[in-house]
């Protein structure tokens, strides 16, 4: 990537046909000379993977490894019971915040309005589970003890004059091949980005003695 030549990225996708085309795409970079160089230097700092992001994403990052995440045009999963199948969800909004290093950003973008107001929700800690499941499952969750969110101590939404200052967001809007597409169609595109905040220390009347 142009923008972060020294930093090494990693795509990740489930969907064999995308992945196959990304990673032909990288290696169309790769072999691009520059006049005054007799070897395939750039672009050497990224790579694709076909992954499962929502199941295997902290068995590939150990904890705090990464900098910057970028979920760009995700499947919205119009339908209700499909809401679990999304990229963002409560749960993984935890996950997401494992693997990121404190002052990591999440950048996010879609052209679906209603999938935006969900990830905004997931993120500020508004959304529940019981949103995402069945009948059934919802009526055992309500039976449980009800749980602290904290993820509103995990992610601090990044103000938007600092995201307009940002490279990384303007190229998630204009650089993605599904964000041309959009503005090639006269569509709608809603992004935004959140920090991840540093863990809190922990209350001493909550250590457990020995």
């Known amino acids: 990537m142009a923008l972060t030549p020294h930093t090494l990225l990693a795509g990740l996708e489930i969907r064999n046909q995308v992945h ?13 000379r520059s006049p005054s160089s007799t070897t395939n230097a750039k672009y050497q700092n990224i790579s694709s993977l076909r992954a499962n992001t929502m199941k295997f994403l ?7 490894s ?20 999304r990229i963002v969800s409560p749960t993984l909004v935890a996950e997401y915040a494992y693997v990121m290093r404190p002052g990591g950003c999440v950048y996010i973008i879609t052209d679906v309005r209603d999938l ?5 929700a997931c993120f500020d800690g508004t959304a529940t589970e019981q949103d995402v499941n ?4 919802q009526q055992q969750q309500q039976q449980r003890p009800r749980e602290v969110d904290v993820r509103s101590e ?6 938007e004059e600092e995201r307009e200052r940002d490279v990384c967001m303007r190229a998630v809007r204009e650089e993605t ?17 959140w920090r991840r905040r ?3 220390d922990w209350p001493l009347d909550i250590l457990v003695e020995d």
């Open 20 to 32: 196959d085309f990304t990673h032909s795409r990288i290696l169309a970079l790769r072999a691009q």
């Open 58 to 64: 902290p068995n590939l990052f150990p904890r705090a």
């Open 66 to 85: 990464l900098t910057r995440l970028f979920l760009c045009f995700p499947d919205p999963h119009f339908k209700a019971r499909k809401h679990k199948a």
């Open 116 to 120: 935006y107001d969900w990830i905004r």
């Open 134 to 137: 069945d009948d059934a499952t």
């Open 154 to 159: 995990l992610w601090e939404e990044v103000p």
């Open 177 to 193: 091949e599904e964000g041309r597409k959009v503005q090639r169609n006269g569509g709608d595109k809603f992004a935004a980005c």
């Open 198 to 200: 540093r863990d809190p």
